[in-house]
């Protein structure tokens, strides 16, 4: 079934309205009208199942036949992934990729070995990342879309670094901790209050600095190995993501 966003102001006694780019879409491409089922999030994880009637000039509205909770969310767990700007479209992919897997929100970052770097903060690439977490959002059921944030210094990164229950660096250099090594720890010394605010960074194509790493220490953040082999930017925030699924799955299941 087609799945659209809307806004929780497009939605009101047991009608919505959905009109723009995702109006043409649905008239246009999709060509559905009135009597199709849609299914409609509103962003704040509760979904909607919606009968369309028919279209008017420039927008189709619908009646709300079922209200139920979106699939695609957990209340256990908020991932933020600090990703260090990569060059090319690899950034496109780590979006897609890390919505796919359930990220809560993206912050993208330069650092001294970055090659990309993004100096205003209005590039329309960032408007273009923010499009591409909506359509992963859509095509995998997530009943929010993800914010793609302007990118940011580490600096300006660890200054929320308190807000993390707990915040992972995955360092290539780092050989004492395992990332499976601290979540069991962690999981066996806290009780936080769901969901568990969990922040990953991840450096760039360079990899980073001594002194960020140092930096990034200093504000709280734990590094850890993500095995013996080097990885890609593009694969290691990916890896860190598929293994707190798992870990998160497990935790539950042991409550």
């Known amino acids: ?55 008017a000039s420039d927008s ?6 079922e209200t139920y909770p979106a699939q695609g969310e957990t209340a256990d767990m908020q ?17 897609q990729k890390s919505v796919e897997l359930g990220v809560h929100q993206i912050v993208p970052f330069s650092s001294v070995r970055a090659v990309a770097q993004i100096k205003d903060k209005k590039d329309k690439k960032i408007e273009r ?17 993800p914010a793609v944030k302007a990118p940011q210094s580490v600096k300006e990164i660890l200054a929320h670094a308190s807000d993390y229950d707990l915040l992972l660096l995955a360092y290539e250099d780092e050989s004492r901790q395992t990332l499976k090594g601290v979540l069991t720890q962690f999981a066996g010394e806290n009780v936080a209050a769901a969901p568990l605010q969990i922040g990953v960074i991840i450096g760039p194509e360079g990899g980073f600095d001594i002194t960020e790493v140092d930096q990034c ?29 798992f870990w998160q799955e497990g935790m539950i299941n042991k409550r």
């Open 217 to 245: 220490q200093e504000a709280g953040a734990v590094s850890v190995s993500l095995g013996k082999r080097i990885l890609r930017t593009e694969t290691a925030g990916m890896v860190v993501l598929s293994q707190l699924n």
């Open 129 to 145: 990342w923010q499009r591409i977490a909506y359509e992963a959002a859509k095509q995998s059921k997530r009943g929010i879309v």
């Open 1 to 55: 079934m087609h799945r659209f966003f809307v806004q929780p102001g497009q939605i009101a006694d047991r009608q919505m309205i959905i009109a723009g780019e995702d109006f043409r879409h649905i008239t246009k491409v999709l060509r559905l009208g009135k009597g199709d089922l849609i299914e409609v999030c509103d962003g704040q994880g509760t979904d909607y199942l919606v009968a369309l009637e028919s279209p």
């Open 79 to 95: 991932i933020t992934l600090f990703q260090g700007l990569p060059k090319g479209t690899k950034m496109e992919v780590i979006i």
């Open 60 to 65: 189709i509205s619908g009646s709300i036949r």
